[in-house]
């Protein structure tokens, strides 16, 4: 089973910049199709980000043209570039294979606001 460890999120004002890394272990990671999913508060957990072992790479609309997802497999980890910050994209950041496996990790908390 993957271990997952986010990092780089923080509060942001509106079109600022942020970008996330998630580290993973346990797992043969370039072989895995990997994304970034968030959770904004009181609503669920969905994928933004995919990046795939080949790294074919797609996006949700609401991200698209801002987010850039991409992933350096000799350092076992997943980067998501994030421009163009809006007070929408408040939630926390979780990486996980896709489909997700059961265990997640504790995620990186990202608030956009001024």
């Known amino acids: 089973q993957v271990q997952l460890v986010e990092s780089g999120g923080g509060l942001v004002q509106p079109g600022g910049s942020l970008r996330l890394s998630c580290a993973a272990s346990g797992s043969i990671f370039s072989v895995d199709d990997m994304g970034w999913y968030r959770q904004a508060p009181r609503k669920q957990r969905h994928l933004v980000a995919l990046i795939t072992s080949s790294s074919g790479t797609n996006y949700a609309d609401s991200v698209k043209g801002r987010f850039t997802i991409s992933r350096e497999n000799a350092k076992n980890t997943v980067y998501l570039q994030m421009n163009s910050l809006k007070p929408e994209d408040t939630a926390v950041y979780y990486c996980?294979?896709?489909?997700?496996?059961?265990?997640w990790g504790q995620g990186t908390q990202v608030t956009v606001s001024s």
């Open positions: 996980n294979k896709v489909p997700p496996e059961s265990t």
